[in-house]
């Protein structure tokens, strides 16, 4: 599902995107203006010329006075030297305008991308992020902005055109003008014909993207499987698909521009047929009727490919629909007004009666209470699936509970300020995403400003200080993307790193010590104990001697609580789920 892809048909939406991007304009507004202005003269000096015509037939070939004549094709070359200077001038002022908005959008998009919920990252592909953050901003600015200057070039240019025409002869005008008018009306079927195919488009070529993402992120998979040939299929699959449905936008689309032509060669035929007519009865002078035909070739030319061009337009406002969508979209995890931020934990955590779904209807939380108060360390066992990681990441808000609520200190988190709930949680993943970079930038994410004593406490205390003082580099050796360069157990240990230095009174350890040989872990373990004094600790493990010593064993199964007790509580109810646990792990 792509979130936000919306295709209504919106009279107002080219007023509704251009007041949205003129917030990005208006720091250039000075030059933006200067690029459209420049583009005016441009398209007015095809006029200029077609005017000259008749002057020129008029009396250099009927009359035959070469003197009055000598200066216009001095003033041809003069013309049009200046128009070039113009269209470049106004090509680099649209490409720095575009480009800076693009950069400004790109800016917003990012800034958004991180405050996004979970839910988002769970319901978007890397490939649709793609090509919504990056390809649609650069389609809406650049794009757009070409456009907008061709669309004013040629607005210009006609309108000026138009001006040579009833200049020369108001009755061929309105015959002119009146086939104009039908040569533009397909165009406002564009947007119905393009709306529902461009929304599939994207969604295709999102499908694309994330084909590369997936091979590059998975390509040990990809080998040890032997996938080319099956991802190969599924990515030509992918391909057809945007192949077909860019056919089939030509399709709907390509026929404007040779129906337009069409009925302005209806109009030219009309022109010439009235022309001789008025030529005939003295009406016209033959200048004059260069001069008319010539504007009128000049009028039909923009006009031919103004179906393309206005193609393109509605595409890129398309996309500027897109990426506004985003950018206006808003969080549903956000600050209430009367948050207020979280100093201290006094008491404890609670849940109470907390249900929570991630689909509708399907809950996988039921019903959970528990109570924790500050410095116990709970530790959660249950089958895998049963909810366990789901519990903790209700805590720093990954999400919000469907029903119920969670405490700190008897005040609902959703009450408190995000940041400063989640500056008191230090959590450490199974699988933990490291950044690329060095050790030590990986490891001070903690806290920025740590000072020597703490990064090197922090290193102690996750077992990596035989690791980093055994590298050529020690703690600034680059780590790779995702710290591919590292093994398992030594990322897992950079992650602990990072979440000891954070320092906050609560820990939440999804499967963190998993990936550690049992001397390691037995080592973590201690530093775990040490640190945990006046903490607060999740400890959720499948290895039962690592839960051994925890305050309170909570066994979640299928989404329920089925025990809460010690290890010693637990192991003492001969049918407990927790004994029964626990023997199969140490008979
Ligand atoms: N982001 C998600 N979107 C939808 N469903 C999810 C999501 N994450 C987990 N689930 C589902 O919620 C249920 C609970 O998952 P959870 O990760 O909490 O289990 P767990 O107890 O941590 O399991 P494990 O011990 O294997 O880590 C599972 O059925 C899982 O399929
Ligand atoms: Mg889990």
Redesign the pocket.
């Known amino acids: 599902m792509i979130v936000g892809i919306k295709n209504k048909i919106d009279n107002f939406y080219i007023v509704k995107n251009y007041r949205n991007i003129y917030h990005y304009v208006k720091p250039y507004k000075i030059r933006a203006l200067l690029a459209v202005f420049i583009t005016l003269p441009v398209g007015m000096m095809d006029a200029i010329i077609a005017m000259a015509l008749k002057p020129y037939m008029d009396v250099v070939m009927i009359e035959k006075n070469l003197a009055a004549s000598s200066y216009i094709p001095l003033l041809i070359v003069l013309f049009s030297l200046l128009q070039s200077g113009f269209n470049y001038s106004s090509t680099y002022l649209n490409a720095w305008v575009g480009a800076k908005i693009s950069s400004g959008l790109k800016y917003d998009l990012f800034k958004r991308l991180m405050r996004y919920e979970?839910r988002f990252f769970?319901r978007n592909t890397s490939g649709n992020i793609q090509m919504r953050f990056n390809s649609d901003v650069d389609s809406a600015c650049t794009g757009f902005l070409n456009n907008m200057k061709l669309f004013t070039t040629r607005f210009f240019s006609s309108l000026s055109l138009i001006t040579v025409l009833l200049m020369n002869s108001w009755k061929l005008a309105i015959v002119a003008l009146i086939v104009l008018v039908g040569a533009l009306y397909p165009l406002t079927t564009i947007r119905k014909r393009i709306g529902n195919i461009m929304a599939r488009t994207v969604f295709s070529g999102a499908a694309v993207m994330t084909h590369y993402t997936e091979a590059f992120n998975g390509n040990r998979v990809v080998m040890s499987y032997n996938l080319h040939d099956r991802l190969l299929r599924k990515f030509l699959k992918a391909l057809n698909e945007v192949f077909t449905l860019s056919m089939k936008m030509v399709q709907r689309t390509g026929i404007l521009s040779p129906l337009m032509h069409f009925i302005i060669s209806l109009g030219i035929a009309a022109i010439i047929w009235l022309g001789s007519y008025l030529i005939v009865h003295s009406d016209l002078s033959p200048g004059g009727f260069v001069s008319f035909i010539t504007a009128l070739l000049l009028l039909y030319q923009p006009v031919k490919s103004i179906g393309n061009d206005y193609n393109a337009m509605q595409i890129s406002l398309m996309a500027m629909e897109r990426v506004f969508d985003l950018i206006k979209a808003s969080p549903s995890i956000t600050d209430r007004p009367s948050a207020q931020p979280l100093e201290r934990i006094c008491s404890g955590i609670s849940y109470k009666n907390v249900w929570f779904e991630?689909?509708k209807d399907k809950p996988?939380l039921q019903d959970i209470n528990l109570q924790v108060k500050v410095g116990e360390t709970v530790a959660l066992v249950?089958?895998?699936?049963?909810?366990?990681?789901?519990?903790v990441s209700l805590l720093p808000r990954f999400y919000d509970v469907t029903s119920g609520h969670v405490f700190i200190d008897n005040v609902d988190i959703r009450d408190i300020t995000i940041d400063s709930l989640r500056d008191k949680i230090a959590v450490v993943f199974?699988d933990n995403f490291l950044f690329s970079g060095t050790i030590r930038e990986n490891i001070l994410m903690g806290k920025e400003n740590a000072s020597p004593d703490e990064l090197n406490c922090a290193l102690r205390s996750s077992c990596l200080e035989e690791f980093v003082t055994s590298l050529e580099l020690g703690l600034d050796t680059e780590i790779g993307e995702r710290g591919v360069l590292l093994s398992g157990g030594q990322k897992q240990r950079v992650a602990i790193a990072r979440a000891f230095l954070k320092n906050a009174p609560i820990v939440i350890l999804?499967?963190a010590t998993s990936a550690l040989d049992n001397k390691s872990e037995a080592v973590v373990q201690e530093a775990i104990e040490n640190l945990m004094k006046d903490r607060t600790v999740f400890v959720?493990a499948?290895r039962l001697s690592t839960v051994r010593n925890a305050d309170k064993i909570v066994v979640?199964n299928h989404?329920e609580i089925k025990e809460i007790g010690t290890h010693e509580e637990l192991i003492a109810q001969k049918d407990s789920e927790y004994a029964s646990l626990y023997y199969t792990q140490f008979d």
């Open positions: 979970a769970d991630y689909e996988v249950g089958n895998s699936g049963g909810g366990k990681s789901t519990l199974q999804d499967e959720i499948h979640i989404g």
